[in-house]
Every structure is written in C-alpha cells, then in structure tokens.
C-alpha cells in the first residue's frame, strides 16, 4: 500500500471511530427509553462501570441491566420519560477515547413534562476489537447532577488535545 | 480501481451516507421554527408520510408543509417555540435507513420557556438519487409523546445492527 | 496521485470538516459548565465576535473568556447549570462554514431545573490554517432568545446548499 493510501486510511479509521463512539453514545437514550436492558447494558465492556452520583454505581453487564429493570427506570417508564443525550465532545487517543456531555431525563408528570435530572457526563471508551460500533464499547460512564457541586462541574472539564506537530 | 482504493471508498461511503442522514435530520429543527415551510416538505420525499400521533397525520410534501404553515404551528412561532432534535442513532441498510431519537418542543409562554412535547421519533429514509443529502430524503417519520405508553417506547425500540461476519 | 484518489481525498476532507466543526460546537457546553474560560475564548479566532442578543456582545477572545469569568456565568455555575447544544446544521463553503442550532440553558433552583434560557444560533466559522478542531475556528456566534421574535428565528433560516450539477 502506497504511503499516500495509508495516510487516507489512517484519516478515514480516525473519523470512523468518532462515528462509532458518537453512534454508541446515541444509542443509550433510546434504548433505555424502550426499557432495552440487554441492549443497553452490551454497549459497555463485560465489566464496565456506570456510575450515577449519589444514586447507584452498577458495574459489569448484568448490574447494569438491572438498572434498566429496576424499580426506579420502570416507574419512570411507567409515567413517561425521555432519556436525551446531547452531542459528546470527543478525545481520541489510540485505542481508548472520552466523551463529555449533557444528559437531560424529562418526566411525564400531571400531563406535564419537566426536566428531573440535568446531569454531567463523562464517557471512558475503549476499543476492544471487532463487533458493533467499530469495537468500542463503555469502560466506564460516570454521571453526577450539575446543582452546582464542583465534582460534577469537573467532568466536563478536559484539556483539548493538542495539534499533531 | 484497485481493491484497496474500493474498499476505501465503501467505508467513506458508509459515513457520507450517515453524515447525510444526521444533516438531513439536523436540518428539521431549524427550518420548522423559521418557519420555512417548503425547506421542511422538501426533506420529504415526495410521497412521504409525517406521522404525529394523535395530533396529525400528513402525506406527500403539500400536506407537510401546510403543517409548518398552519395555525397551531404559527401560533407556536408567535408567542416562542424551539423544536430541538437530539442526535439520532442510525442503522445503515443499504439504500434504506432509520434513525432513532427525541424530540423536545420548547415552548415559551408568560415569559419562561417549558417542555411542551417531549417525544419518540422514528424516522425511515431512503436514498433516492443524487440530491442534496447525498440523495437521502425522509420516507416516513413517526413522532409520539413519551406520556408511558408503549407505542411510543416501541419508536425506539430496536435490534443494533449485527457485525460483519 | 491519481485522479481517483484526488477525488477520495476531497470526498475525505469534507467529512473532516464537517466533522471539526461539530466537535468545535460540541466543546462549547461542557467547557462552559466546567468553567473553563479560556478553552472557551480558545474556540473563536483572534477577533471573533460572541453576540447574545439582549445581554451582550463580546468581541475577541478576552472579552469571551470575561463572559465565563463574569458574574452572571459564575452564579449560575454555583446554583447549577447546563448549557445545552443541540446537533448542528452545517452549510459548508470552502474555507467558511455555518451552522445552525439551539441552545438550552438549564438551571437549577429550589431544587428543579427549568429551562431559563431556549436560544437561536448561527455560528460563523472559518478555516484559520493548522492547530485544532482541523484549524477550525468560530469567527461569529450569534444568540437570541426564541420568544417570537424574528430576528431570533431569522438565525435559523437558511437555504440549503444547492448540490453539484
């Protein structure tokens, strides 16, 4: 392969990989909307974390389905709710990347709809070879209420990577 | 061409294709709270369906753009509205695809701004030629409020993609 | 370089931009909600203009930075914020870029969050040479509150790109 074709593959597995990260963040507001616990919990690794302050800390696949199944998801379901994600600012560096963002849970509530919990997120992902999405899936999503804690406030905080030089 | 250089171009393929279809669905938002009426219908296709339940059902590029320009939309833009799409999570099949997401309509009354639609979307799209868009235009987009009802959950439902073997 | 390859590397470079420009407009809301001021200002090139209709206008990147470090800013970070951003809509054209979208802000007071601020966007951006988000930078972003005026939704009206003939 000539070095001009293995520049543009390095180029196009770079944007590839933002699409994958981007399309497996995306998938999480839907699938958990549709009470889609094994899918869910498949978009992290085997014995990945999903860390909700002050709530819950699940880790592993089977913790994390239990989450989409438990008591707290169901009844939220049960009333009406919308898990939106907004877009994630993502930092690639090799075969483990994050994505920072805002997660906002509405609430049906009296025929009303209100914002329950407007969070901070911080999304550790990491390519663990071939399947959905590229291969990468969720090492660790930590999740905390932006109420004014600095903990939650630090992790949208990133320094932006630098210019190739 | 050789091999290597095809196989380039069907994974650069594969992400003009979803960068179409996020664009074309990035695209609603905006144009519906301009006000743009036929910009909106001509993200159609031309014998498309918008399908929001329990509110309306409108066929064909006319139908939805007397949709923006009838008068529960235009009482919305009066008074304030913002019709914020989340990103969607795309699955690719060919010259077929669907998207899948929510949607929050803002509105803005005695001064605040409040959550008055908070929704499923399932959009269908199909590659129709060349064109904006890369061709892609909406087949069908259904919208249902996230109230806890099951047909609206069921919008964002669904089987990820399997990997290549 | 042959003329196939040419055409996949443009093909190729306009992925690349649009996809810069998506992570510049997704970086805004976390830096702005973790505080970071001068990864804020850092966006914008070295004169670019910030206009938030009815509250201010900034213009180079140390009256930027002041707008995070200001009072308003920093009282909602410390009762609770998010600043939201919804998918853009990109129009590309060589070295400049728009693109159009809304932002939420959220607050949190007495415990709830409420959407205090549902916003118009139109953002400016040029091609500045290397460095980061592909030297992409913000040269305008003009903000306006969606309460039915039009100027608000006039930022949000566009012609789409005419596709190649």
């Known amino acids: 392969m000539s070095e001009v074709i293995e ?5 196009l597995g770079a944007l590839e990989d933002r699409e994958a990260i981007r399309a497996l963040v995306a998938a999480y507001g839907p699938l958990a909307d549709a009470g889609d616990a094994q899918a869910v919990a498949d978009l992290w690794c085997e014995d990945g974390v999903y860390e909700v302050s002050g709530f819950a800390r699940a880790q592993g696949r089977a913790e994390i389905a239990a989450l989409i199944d438990g008591p707290t998801h ?17 930092t690639l560096q090799g075969n483990r990347a994050t994505a920072r963002g805002h997660s906002i849970v509405f609430r049906h509530e009296d025929g009303r709809f209100a914002a329950h919990r407007v969070s901070a997120n911080c999304w550790t992902l990491i390519r663990t070879g071939l ?3 590229g291969g990468w899936q969720v090492l660790h999503r930590a999740n905390a209420l932006l109420d004014g804690t600095e903990a939650a406030q630090a992790l949208l905080s990133f320094t932006p990577p630098q210019p190739a030089s």
């Open 74 to 90: 169901r009844a939220l379901m049960a009333t009406g709710c919308a898990h939106l994600l907004g877009p994630v600012s993502i």
């Open 7 to 11: 520049q543009l593959a390095a180029r």
């Open 131 to 133: 399947g959905e999405h």
